[in-house]
């Protein structure tokens, strides 16, 4: 079965620091990936996704590039924020048949980030 | 993409009785899923409900528990019933966003604590 696996939190860092949350996934066929965020006491938000191999989702400063000879697809941001403290779900959406798709999540990371 | 009405967003419950949760989408939906997320963990899918035909339910979740109502392409219900304290979760609602490989939408959750 489909699965992902992401880096364990929770991960602390300063204000401006790079970021990087590692996932790896195992599937079958052509998945689409995704970035997951979820801000303290909401719903999940959809951060960024890509659909094929080599391509690169980005938003709000985030970047993930779809890697399928490494099966990665880990979640990068140059300068991050205090606003950016949350947990992160890397997932994974693939066919399974009849019309219908899975979807697979990570454990999530929670990031703090401390002024 | 969707956007989905989710509620109530919070609810403090006594145990042995029950609660409902509704999602109202803007856009007219095949599937809409129901998902638990306990505490500090990531999200496990409850079951699948589809309009006009008896929801699916995932490995380890039964209807008697959480029955499901999906009366028309923009609404459903899920019911926690009975409840205990290791019903204290997230339930959150989502729909397929232009297909499964493109996304999902994420109502913003049902935080339940059941005491």
């Known amino acids: 079965g489909n699965s992902v696996t992401q880096m364990e939190g929770p991960v602390t860092l300063s204000e401006e620091a790079f970021l990087t949350i590692n996932c790896t996934y195992t599937a079958t066929g052509y998945p689409s990936l995704f970035w997951y965020v979820q801000y303290p006491g909401e719903g999940l938000q959809l951060l960024l996704k890509a659909t094929k191999a080599d391509d690169k989702g980005s938003n709000k400063g985030f970047e993930a590039t779809y890697r399928k000879e490494t099966t990665s697809f880990h979640l990068e941001k140059g300068s991050v924020q205090v606003s950016d403290s949350a947990v992160y779900f890397c997932a994974l959406s693939s066919y399974s048949g009849a019309g219908s798709y899975q979807l697979t999540f990570g454990k999530g990371t929670k990031l703090s980030v401390i002024p | 993409s969707a956007v989905i009405s989710q509620k109530p967003s919070r609810d403090i419950c006594q145990r042995g009785t029950s609660l409902t949760i509704q999602c109202q989408v803007d856009s007219q939906v095949t599937m809409m899923f129901w998902y638990r997320q306990q505490p500090g963990q990531s999200l496990t899918l409850i079951a699948t409900?589809?309009?006009?035909?008896?929801?699916?339910?995932e490995s380890g979740f039964v209807i008697d528990k959480f029955p499901i109502s999906r009366p028309n392409l923009t609404f459903s219900t899920l019911t926690v019933s009975n409840m205990s304290p290791e019903d204290s979760s997230i339930y959150l609602c989502?729909?397929?966003?232009?297909?499964?490989?493109?996304?999902?939408?994420f109502g913003s959750g049902t935080r339940l604590t059941v005491v």
């Open positions: 409900a589809n309009q006009g035909s008896e929801a699916t339910y």
């Open positions: 989502s729909v397929e966003d232009m297909g499964g490989l493109y996304g999902y939408t």
